[in-house]
């Protein structure tokens, strides 16, 4: 166990963490060069190379110099943070790769203090060396006034070229912990020496073995053929495979403890191994007082939108592709929905907005499906007058306005690293969407950390886009949730020739209601297509019309061929375009192309 090294890499979006990964492999020896390919090789979907973004968690254990080094490849993106924090509870040290072009960004700061929350070895990193900008004394400069490390622990790499990567490895070794017994028993709260236990910190789907489940052993050992229980699913299984990554399955007969590697459980979906879950293995008589690991919760959606089909009849092709993808993402939730408007489709909740945009394009990408996104909404907690609690994901869930004591919506608190030139304009587009300053710390002479807390349904629909805007594109921002708080909130509606879109609809603060419905009513105005009939648009509180907006009718010029004679036989003419025209809007179906969505997306 002394010569094991359990390290994870953590940093913002595009600071060259996965490409370190793969120098990582060359160095070590794990993947021949002839076996590399382009782009990131533990990155394997298709859509992260594409985006060069880390969407999936991937582990590697690489031999060096008689010792083990077991690397997590973790996502940086805020919406996959429970997944980022159980990778770092495996691990003892973790390298934190810093931009030497950007400097210190809010995801680097948010995912440095969650790793020294569990108390991990930080060895900070300056990437990306060999650009023309970059700029590593400055950055070890924020570094020492914003981490208080010293700049002598900072290593200078290229993970493009390969430079100095060789004394990243050596740190891992030197500086990072091994998983020692007695350090395992205190971080992970072992109090019984007669069981076996380990922490899932990922698992995936595979077509022929099931669930495999990623682990890191804590105490015990696991074997082929052992009886398991995942303490907090209740779930019993038998293993059929054991082992480690390098980066593929390599078959083991047992893992030890502080090894990391995976479990075939012969399980159908993930939703049985969920991440964070505790495997555990020991008599039967002492499993009513074995307690999980701690840190586990349950992930819950934090955004709703209803997908539909384009065309009706590939909704069962479209419900089929939700249940593949929900057999490898345990957080993408769904259930039927039916709209007058779009026909059937569904609900799903997602974790944010990158976790929507990736399972909408892999939707059409895999299963060549051409799709209708909704515009987002976050979940709210609906309090009756009662005194009953109703969780509610859309706004055609709301209840009556009568019987409703409050609503209560999700906040925020969220971090953002800006130029100071920009942080007026950054105050100025959080109190527009009722954000809360809280505080303001220098970084260095040009870069500011501030602190605010928000709603969180006023951060999904464009507040990022808003952000680069402001910043010219140098701000950047993490969050996290913090509580339900009770507002003011009302639900808007939206009629179109006077018949409410429930797919349209949104809840909102009440001093916004007015200036949004107007704002919707307009840009639907834009986006929706003229027909032989007027088409009003209108946005209601209840039975109170708040704004309107009329899209004309294409008009035929009946009087054309007329010349001279009686006026009558012209206004004839056009009381009998009147009448048809009534009878086609009693009969004619109003087509909402996917912009009417968009139009709810967009604040300008």
């Given at each position: 166990?002394?010569?094991?090294r359990?390290?994870?890499?953590?940093?913002?979006?595009?600071?060259g963490?996965?490409?370190l990964a793969?120098r990582?492999?060359?160095?070590?020896?794990?993947?021949?060069?002839?076996?590399?390919?382009?782009?990131?090789?533990?990155?394997?979907m298709?859509?992260?190379?594409?985006?060069?973004?880390?969407?999936?968690?991937?582990?590697?254990?690489?031999?060096?110099?008689?010792?083990?080094?077991?690397?997590?490849?973790?996502?940086?993106h805020?919406?996959?943070?429970?997944?980022?924090?159980?990778?770092?509870?495996?691990c003892?040290?973790?390298?934190?790769?810093?931009?030497?072009?950007?400097?210190?960004?809010?995801?680097?700061?948010?995912n440095?203090?969650?790793?020294?929350?569990?108390?991990?070895?930080i060895?900070?990193?300056?990437n990306?060396?060999?650009m023309?900008?970059?700029?590593?004394e400055?950055?070890?400069?924020?570094?020492?006034?914003?981490?208080?490390?010293?700049?002598?622990?900072?290593?200078?790499?290229?993970?493009?070229?390969?430079?100095?990567?060789?004394?990243?490895?050596?740190?891992?070794?030197?500086?990072?912990?091994?998983?020692?017994?007695?350090?395992?028993?205190?971080?992970?709260?072992?109090k019984?020496?007669d069981?076996?236990?380990?922490?899932?910190f990922?698992?995936?789907?595979?077509?022929y073995?099931?669930?495999?489940?990623?682990?890191?052993?804590?105490?015990?050992?696991?074997?082929?053929?052992?009886?398991?229980?995942?303490?907090?699913?209740?779930?019993?299984?038998?293993v059929?495979?054991?082992?480690?990554?390098r980066?593929?399955?390599?078959?083991?007969?047992?893992l030890?403890?502080?090894?990391?590697?995976?479990?075939?459980?012969?399980l159908?979906?993930?939703?049985?191994?969920?991440v964070?879950d505790?495997?555990?293995?020991?008599?039967?008589?002492?499993?009513?007082?074995?307690?999980?690991?701690?840190?586990?919760?349950?992930?819950?959606?934090?955004?709703?939108?209803?997908?539909?089909?384009?065309d009706?009849?590939?909704?069962?092709?479209?419900?089929?592709?939700?249940?593949?993808l929900?057999?490898?993402?345990?957080?993408?939730?769904?259930?039927?929905?039916?709209?007058?408007?779009?026909?059937?489709?569904?609900?799903?909740?997602?974790?944010?907005?990158?976790?929507?945009?990736?399972?909408?394009?892999r939707?059409?990408?895999?299963?060549?499906?051409?799709?209708?996104?909704?515009?987002?909404?976050?979940?709210?907690?609906?309090?009756?007058?009662?005194?009953?609690?109703?969780?509610?994901?859309?706004?055609?869930?709301?209840?009556?306005?009568?019987?409703?004591?409050?609503?209560?919506?999700?906040?925020?608190?969220?971090?953002?690293?800006?130029?100071k030139?920009?942080?007026?304009?950054?105050?100025?587009?959080?109190?527009?969407?009722?954000?809360?300053?809280?505080?303001?710390?220098?970084?260095?002479?040009?870069?500011?950390?501030?602190?605010f807390?928000?709603?969180?349904?006023?951060?999904?629909?464009?507040?990022?886009?808003?952000?680069?805007?402001?910043?010219?594109g140098?701000?950047?921002m993490?969050?996290?949730?913090?509580?339900?708080?009770?507002?003011n909130?009302?639900?808007?509606?939206?009629?179109?020739?006077g018949?409410?879109?429930?797919?349209?609809?949104?809840?909102?603060?009440?001093?916004?209601?007015?200036?949004?419905?107007?704002?919707?009513?307009?840009?639907?105005?834009?986006?929706?297509?003229?027909?032989?009939?007027?088409?009003?648009?209108?946005?209601?509180?209840?039975?109170?019309?708040v704004?309107?907006?009329?899209?004309?009718?294409?008009?035929?010029?009946?009087?054309?061929?007329?010349?001279?004679?009686?006026?009558?036989?012209?206004?004839?003419?056009?009381?009998?375009?009147?009448?048809g025209k009534?009878?086609?809007?009693?009969?004619?179906?109003?087509?909402?192309?996917?912009?009417?969505?968009?139009?709810i997306?967009?604040?300008?």
């Open positions: 166990m002394k010569n094991i359990n390290f994870c890499i953590i940093a913002h979006i595009d600071h963490k996965s490409t793969d990582f492999l060359e160095v070590t020896g794990t993947v021949d060069k002839r076996d590399m390919k382009h782009g990131q090789l533990l990155d394997t298709e859509l992260e190379q594409e985006r060069g973004i880390t969407i999936k968690l991937q582990p590697v254990r690489m031999d060096y110099e008689g010792y083990i080094l077991n690397l997590i490849d973790t996502p940086g805020v919406d996959f943070t429970y997944e980022v924090s159980r990778s770092i509870a495996a003892e040290g973790a390298i934190l790769v810093i931009d030497a072009t950007q400097g210190i960004e809010a995801q680097t700061l948010a440095l203090y969650m790793a020294m929350e569990y108390d991990l070895k060895i900070p990193v300056i990306k060396i060999d023309p900008a970059a700029d590593p400055r950055i070890k400069l924020e570094i020492e006034n914003m981490l208080a490390i010293p700049r002598e622990e900072v290593i200078e790499v290229s993970a493009k070229t390969g430079q100095n990567v060789d004394q990243v490895i050596q740190a891992v070794i030197d500086r990072v912990p091994s998983p020692d017994t007695a350090g395992m028993r205190k971080k992970f709260e072992i019984n020496d069981e076996a236990k380990a922490l899932v990922d698992s995936v789907y595979d077509t073995r099931g669930v495999v489940a990623y682990v890191r052993v804590v105490s015990g050992t696991l074997k082929k053929g052992d009886s398991l229980r995942f303490l907090n699913a209740k779930t019993d299984i038998e059929t495979d054991i082992g480690y990554f980066p593929q399955y390599e078959s083991q007969k047992e030890l403890p502080g090894e990391v590697g995976y479990v075939v459980t012969g159908k979906s993930v939703g049985e191994a969920r964070g505790t495997i555990w293995k020991g008599e039967k008589a002492l499993l009513e007082k074995a307690t999980p690991l701690p840190g586990y919760k349950k992930v819950v959606p934090m955004l709703y939108a209803g997908i539909y089909c384009v009706g009849d590939d909704f069962p092709l479209l419900r089929d592709s939700l249940e593949k929900t057999l490898n993402d345990a957080a993408l939730t769904y259930e039927p929905d039916q709209s007058p408007a779009l026909g059937s489709g569904f609900r799903c909740g997602f974790l944010g907005l990158l976790h929507m945009d990736i399972v909408q394009e939707l059409e990408r895999e299963y060549d499906l051409d799709l209708i996104i909704t515009a987002p909404s976050v979940s709210y907690v609906v309090r009756k007058k009662g005194g009953e609690e109703e969780m509610i994901s859309s706004p055609v869930q709301m209840p009556d306005g009568s019987t409703i004591e409050a609503v209560s919506e999700p906040w925020i608190k969220m971090e953002i690293v800006c130029p030139d920009t942080v007026g304009g950054i105050m100025k587009i959080v109190q527009q969407r009722r954000g809360i300053y809280k505080n303001m710390n220098y970084i260095d002479e040009e870069r500011v950390l501030t602190l807390e928000m709603p969180l349904a006023n951060v999904i629909i464009d507040f990022y886009d808003n952000l680069k805007n402001v910043s010219s140098y701000a950047s993490n969050y996290e949730f913090i509580e339900f708080r009770e507002e909130l009302i639900k808007l509606d939206i009629m179109i020739a018949e409410r879109i429930d797919s349209l609809a949104v809840i909102c603060h009440r001093t916004e209601s007015e200036s949004l419905g107007r704002r919707l009513s307009k840009k639907l105005k834009e986006v929706i297509p003229r027909a032989q009939f007027a088409i009003a648009i209108q946005a209601a509180i209840g039975g109170k019309i704004a309107r907006e009329t899209i004309s009718a294409f008009r035929k010029d009946v009087t054309s061929g007329l010349y001279g004679g009686d006026v009558t036989r012209k206004n004839k003419l056009l009381k009998k375009q009147k009448k009534k009878r086609m809007k009693q009969m004619g179906n109003i087509s909402l192309p996917q912009d009417a969505f968009q139009a997306l967009k604040k300008d």
